[in-house]
């Protein structure tokens, strides 16, 4: 008789990856469901310290790369837990949040269809979907499904993003699943300050624009606004400018960058 399985560490200590292909698909899913609850019998949590269970797994996946075979045995146990949750709603199992915060900061492949699903139904029957999972949970799912099912416009899910995008409460989140860089953003971003909600609109607009400065740098950042920007509304253009003088551009939207400016702007929004 064989003994059970148990994963092993490397010799420095950390997770060994390789050793999942030992264990299958039914241990992985088993042993992800304890953990991700709260209880690991191999990896103790240190719940006196605040040790968040699913960072031992986004761990392993950092480590892993997207092809590792330790990647598609998570990907097939997170799958599994999500289908459950969906049959046990609106009971929340206790490991949903934190399988959810997994789909949020590593890509799963084989979770995609999933999340594809849940945009569909959230763009069908909002309510239906809301009184499903509540709405924390709702947002969560959302959050998880700009990373595993984005809106590219050749995908299942870009019907799905663009109707989400139409209600306020989930239109931050909608242009985020929808844009893929911030010249994508762009094609979406007059149809977002519409919809959004007008006291969290500035405060998204000065996260856009530090990241696409952080991303793109000054002068392209500038040249990618010109165009677009002269079909925008007044008090967008006005929330952008703020944006670019928060972050050292004085000129705002209207001057030509000059490059000399822009690569010490660059190298300081770096630092």
Partial sequence: MSEPFRPSLREDGTFDPDCLEQAGQRWVTAWLKGR??????YFPIDKRGDEDPESLIVAILQDADAVHPATDL???GILDLLDEARKLAPETPPYLESALQICERARLPRTSTWF??????????????????????????????????????????HASWRTILR??????????????SFDTSLDYIKEWWEICPAPERQAEINQFVFTGLKTEGRAEVRRLLRHPSRSWPDALKTAVDSALKKNGIKEGL??????????????AIAA
Avoid: C, N
Wanted: hydrophobic letters at 35%; zero cysteines.
């Fill in 36 to 41: 991700l609850g709260g209880h690991d019998p």
């Fill in 74 to 76: 998570i990907g097939g």
């Fill in 116 to 157: 594809t699903e849940e945009l569909r139904r959230l763009a069908t029957d909002p309510k239906a979907v809301e009184e499903s999972w509540g709405p924390d949970l709702t947002e969560e799912i959302l959050y998880g499904a700009i990373l595993q099912s984005p809106g590219f416009p050749t995908a299942a899910s």
């Fill in 167 to 180: 209600t306020p409460r989930y239109a931050t989140m909608a242009w985020m699943g929808l844009a893929s």
């Fill in 254 to 267: 209207r001057a030509k960058p000059r490059i000399y400016e822009s690569s010490i702007a660059d190298a």
